[in-house]
């Protein structure tokens, strides 16, 4: 489950603060690029076939709409990250590759921004 608090939802950009307290499976946004930037705890993230790499405090990442991407392992929880998508990304674009693991509707739990 991801806690979800939208800041901002302007046309050309959102921004969320995610907390992270478990596995978040592939998938992948057919309308925004992304950028995370990890703001606390630690955790593997996955970018298409690569080799996942470990995230920590302070460092970010950045992909283009339709590349699939993941947290396979949290290690240090909550993993608190700050996304921002350009253009802005609908709640409901989160697309799972595994269509089991659920939809942005099942795996999010919003609460809105202040």
């Not at 996955?46 to 699939?68: D, H, K, S, Y």
């Not at 921002?84 to 795996?107: L, Y």
Request: net charge negative.
């Amino acid at each position: 489950m991801l806690i979800d608090i939208r800041l901002t939802d302007e046309a050309a950009a959102s921004s969320r603060i995610f907390r992270i307290y478990k596995p978040v499976p592939a998938h992948f946004h057919r309308t925004c690029d992304e950028y995370l930037i990890v703001l606390s705890g630690r955790a593997r993230f996955q970018v298409g076939a690569e080799a996942p790499v470990e995230l920590t405090p302070g460092q970010m990442q950045f992909f283009r709409r339709n590349i699939v991407h993941g947290f396979p392992e949290i290690l240090e929880e909550p993993l608190v990250i700050l996304s921002v998508d350009t253009p802005r990304r609908d709640p409901s674009d989160v697309i799972f590759v595994d269509a089991s693991s659920g939809n942005a509707h099942t795996f999010l739990q919003s609460i809105p921004g202040y």
